[in-house]
């Protein structure tokens, strides 16, 4: 199993989530999230000031997922995501050692 964290843009959460429900993502946890990466921040204009903010608006994606549904999960959050611009984000993908299903007490793939 593996767990799938994605950070993108918050105007894309939309075009993901459905990317990611068709291709049979059956869920996800979403987390609205503050950060930056290479771009530093960006420059702003309120009320006529410039300023500058160093902490981005971003929303952070949380799939655990099968072996054999990772490279489909990550394929489908990458193309919806992308904007071709500065700041689309990142995925990190890392191994899931167990998962457990409260109600049901299945484990591994089926708690999925």
Do not use: C, H
């Not at 994605?6 to 869920?27: H, T, Y």
């Not at 984000?89 to 591994?108: N, P, Y």
Request: charged share 25%; proline share 2%; hydrophobic share 40%.
């Amino acid at each position: 199993m593996k767990y799938i964290i994605s950070i993108i843009k918050p105007f894309k959460l939309e075009q993901v989530r459905d990317a990611l429900s068709a291709a049979g993502v059956a869920g996800m946890t979403i987390s609205e999230v503050k950060g930056f990466g290479r771009q530093k921040g960006q420059t702003e204009i309120y009320r006529g000031a410039e300023y500058t903010t160093n902490m981005l608006p971003k929303v952070k994606i949380e799939i655990a997922t099968t072996d054999a549904m990772t490279a489909k999960v990550v394929e489908t959050i990458q193309q919806a995501a992308s904007t071709e611009a500065i700041g689309d984000g990142k995925i990190f993908v890392f191994d899931l050692e167990s998962a457990l299903r409260i109600r049901t007490a299945e484990t591994g793939d089926q708690a999925l």
